[in-house]
């Protein structure tokens, strides 16, 4: 048993979990990045997925050096990360794309499923031999590894902030299956929406992943709050017994932090993304 783990973490009521996500998803709950989005304008870029996703993402850093893949969570977008593209990390090229269902990205309607996510991704993947490094928050942290998992070959390292991954710990409110009830569903805004359409499906995304983890081979950072009541601070202990074929697994438990670590833990952030975008002369993780 890991000693730096709570033995009796917290568990989210679940009356509160459904609230903050609405909140978070109505721009109430704490606070976003510093920078202002209009910084990002001029990094705002689009492509076209294989399946035919029109997917909106945001470009800065050194062209040409390993990317850097930032993957917001539900709700979220791109701008979600604006302190990381005005002052991105050295020796990066850094990608924050805005996932499909969310920001300028189609479809209108949600698209739940992992594997669409993880499609949406590896589109953005370089097709050169450069490192890639992805970086993933909330239930990003579970679209990253669903990458990670699928191509361990092209996945060098993996960030995973505050990250959604035990299926055990996937709870859904009553109040969630009145929202996706059409009538309500159809006076809710999309980011809502499309929110509420992710978190129903997650736990029986989260155990078809399962049985993939082990197949993930690259360094691996995490990184989580001992006061997440979104996502409580147990699914530490499931990342680390499940990613036992990782090349290495390094934890980093923020004491007293809470769920929204890329902007009330910038420093700590920056340190596993420096950690993890390191050479693969360097240290280990």
Known sequence: MDPA???????????????????????????????????????????????????SYLLAGEAGAARLILVHGAPGCATSWADYLVDPPADAEVVALDRPGFGDSGPEAALPRLADQAAAVQALMPSDARRVVLVGHSLGGAVAARVSADLPERVSALVLLAAALDPSLETIHPMQHLGAWAPVRAMLPRVLRNTNAE????????????????????????????????????????????????RCVRTTLLEGRNHFLPWNSQAEVRRAMRQALSSEEGPAC
Request: aromatic share 4%; proline share 7%.
């Open 5 to 55: 783990l709570p033995l009796h973490p917290l568990r989210a009521p679940s009356l509160w979990t459904a609230c903050g996500v609405g909140l978070f998803a109505l721009g109430r709950a704490l606070r976003g990045p510093a920078g202002p989005a209009a910084a990002t304008l001029a990094m705002r870029e689009q492509v076209r997925t294989a399946a035919g996703v029109s997917l």
């Open 199 to 246: 978190l129903m499906m997650l736990r029986s995304e989260l155990e078809a992943l399962a049985q993939d983890l082990p197949r993930i081979t690259a360094r691996v950072l995490i990184v989580h709050g001992t006061r997440d009541d979104l996502v409580p601070v147990a699914n530490v202990r499931y990342m680390q017994s499940r990613l036992m074929s990782a």
